[in-house]
Nanobody
Framework: QVQLVESGGGLVQPGGALRLSCAAS????????MSWYRQAPGKKRELVAA????????NYADSGKGRFTISRDNAKNTVYLQMNNLKPEDTAVYYC??????????????WGQGTQVTVSS
């Protein structure tokens, strides 16, 4: 079955760094746009970064530009989010998301279970 398993979250001090990973299985990873979203308490889920495949192109929310880097390894079916210079406002649950348009013009979408990132001194 389809699985998106995030890892790498945790508690970090302001200015610190974390690398999130999302291991995918059960679908053709290389055909999907992979994204990271986050949701802070009391707030809507928001896009953090996205990456296409073949060719690769990336897109970032303004909040993460210059600090976050999304990447993917199609051979390992894994997408990463390197987060540097973390700020308290980055505290949220971070979700991995996969999306593609199938040949029958139906959207295929999958969410991971989320990983908590807490930035605090």
């Amino acid at each position: 079955q389809v699985q998106l398993v995030e890892s790498g979250g945790g508690l970090v001090q302001p200015g610190g760094a974390l690398r999130l990973s999302c291991a995918a299985s059960g679908f053709r990873f290389s055909r999907y746009v992979m994204s990271w979203y986050r949701q802070a308490p009391g707030k809507k889920r928001e896009l953090v970064a996205a990456i296409t495949s073949s060719p690769e192109a990336t897109n970032y929310a303004d909040s993460g530009k210059g600090r976050f880097t999304i990447s993917r390894d199609n051979a390992k079916n894994t997408v990463y989010l390197q987060m540097n210079n973390l700020k308290p406002e980055d505290t949220a649950v971070y979700y991995c998301y996969a999306e593609t348009l199938l040949g029958n013009m139906q959207m295929s979408r999958y969410w991971g279970q989320g990983t908590q990132v807490t930035v605090s001194s």
